[in-house]
């Protein structure tokens, strides 16, 4: 194991004791031993559309052997042209172009980037601050981390950009434990931008970035009206808010994106994971009307924005996109997704009485389930039950003491009820 330096991994607790995937599909792995495993993680939030999906792979053959590489640095190919527009189709109104990245990372640093960029254009220099949210995650390059908010990823690395402050977080379970979709409480969380905007001034902040509902951090579905007194906030002092859709876009709430879910419109979507269901890194950004065209009409002749990566925008990438999108649409399961929704919820939350959960959240296809710190400290138990349910046959993610679950939306319910039951049984092995 010591060739491969596995990343967020307890490299040397994992070379003890291995679990390695040698197949997969439809709503299963098989690991080594050739044993199933149920996904009720769709792999890592990405594969939406189940494993192993024919049309995908056939796609991207076809394409690696007409096209495989294409620089879009001063060229194109057809396949961008019409991968951007078929995202754009999925978008609230309002969007008019997207720039393709390689990860969820890439596209939360552009993201990042198209927003001090826009201030400049227009001749705002003022604006150079940068909000993210505490407990936020968008990726691990630099400009992500800095506007991100969980403590363990930005540690290691001291000081990272200047100029970013963090929103308090929307983790409330005094207020709003064991909701089922968006917590009545907790529009007023919103209101800790004007804090920022009284210590450094409206007119110095250049954009606020959020997930909608945060993912890695343990699952936080935003209160009914936060998001609606973000953008009003943001709007009101002249500052881009950017939605990180990496986890929420291509179907994960029963909607395109959370965007629609939650009927607030931002400026800037990022999006990745879902893009091509995980088979091939791709990620993309899209920006509103009047955002490129002030970038564009501020430029002199040439490069109107000196931003972008060897693969943006690869054709077999694009043929990927365009297939998975194709999927998504044959098979109906961005509504397939809302109609299974309050079945998941319900079956989720039939783990209120089980051993050591303190609280449970979930919309959509997305659900976290907390548990009591251990004993041993925090994390500890939340990663036991993740070693007992993969033993058992159902891979679920844990961050830190919360089992946070997001099966593909192929899920059936006979799924649903064996991942409820597999963890209610790891949950009580707990006290053996």
């Not at 009206?225 to 906030?233: D, F, T, V």
Request: glycine letters at 12%.
């Amino acid at each position: 194991m010591n060739a491969f330096w596995m990343p967020f991994t307890a490299n040397r607790a994992f070379a003890a004791e291995p679990r390695m995937l040698a197949a997969a599909e439809g709503m299963f792995y098989r690991d080594a031993d050739g044993r199933e495993v149920l996904d009720a993680t769709a792999g890592l939030w990405c594969v939406n559309a189940g494993h192993g999906r024919e049309a995908i792979a056939a796609a991207i053959g076809r394409q690696a052997r007409q096209l495989d590489f294409a620089p879009t640095f001063q060229f194109g190919h057809p396949l961008a042209v019409q991968a951007a527009e078929a995202v754009l189709a999925l978008l609230p109104d309002g969007f008019d172009s997207i720039f393709f990245t390689n990860s969820g990372s890439e596209s939360a640093d552009t993201a990042l980037k198209l927003a001090l960029a826009y201030h400049r254009a227009r001749g705002d220099l003022r604006r150079t601050r940068l909000v993210g949210r505490l407990r936020g995650y968008h990726g691990v390059n630099f400009g992500g981390l800095s506007v991100g908010g969980i403590q363990k990823n930005r540690a290691p690395f001291g000081a990272l950009l200047p100029n970013v402050d963090h929103l308090r977080d929307t983790h409330a379970p005094s207020r709003n434990a064991f909701s089922m979709g968006q917590p009545a409480d907790g529009a007023d969380l919103a209101d800790d931008l004007l804090r920022i905007v009284a210590l450094h001034g409206g007119e110095s902040i250049a954009a606020v970035i959020v997930e909608p509902l945060a993912g890695s951090t343990g699952v936080l579905v935003p209160p009914k009206g936060y998001l609606e007194r973000l953008r009003a906030l943001c709007s009101q002092f002249g500052i881009l808010l950017i939605f990180d859709e990496v986890i929420t876009g291509f179907g994960r709430l029963g909607a395109p994106f959370a965007a629609q879910r939650y009927g607030v419109t931002p400026d800037i979507i990022t999006m990745a994971k879902g893009l091509t269901n995980g088979v091939v890194p791709m990620g993309a950004v899209a920006s509103r009307q009047g955002i490129r065209t002030a970038i564009f009409d501020a430029a002199p002749d040439g490069i109107e924005f000196f931003h972008g990566y060897t693969y943006s925008g690869n054709p077999v990438a694009c043929a990927a996109a365009l297939a998975t999108l194709g999927v998504y649409r044959e098979e109906g399961l961005f509504a397939r997704a809302a109609g299974l929704a309050e079945y998941f919820g319900q079956a989720v939350h039939r783990l209120r009485q089980a051993p050591h959960v303190v609280d449970i959240r979930n919309d959509g296809l997305v659900a976290g389930i907390e548990l009591a710190p251990g004993p041993e400290g925090p994390g500890t138990r939340g990663f036991a039950v993740f070693h007992d349910c993969f033993r058992r046959g159902v891979m679920v993610r844990v961050t830190g003491d919360t089992i946070a679950l997001s099966p593909p939306l192929i899920v059936e319910t006979a799924h649903i009820d064996r991942i409820v039951d597999t963890i209610r049984g790891a949950l009580a092995d707990l006290d053996e």
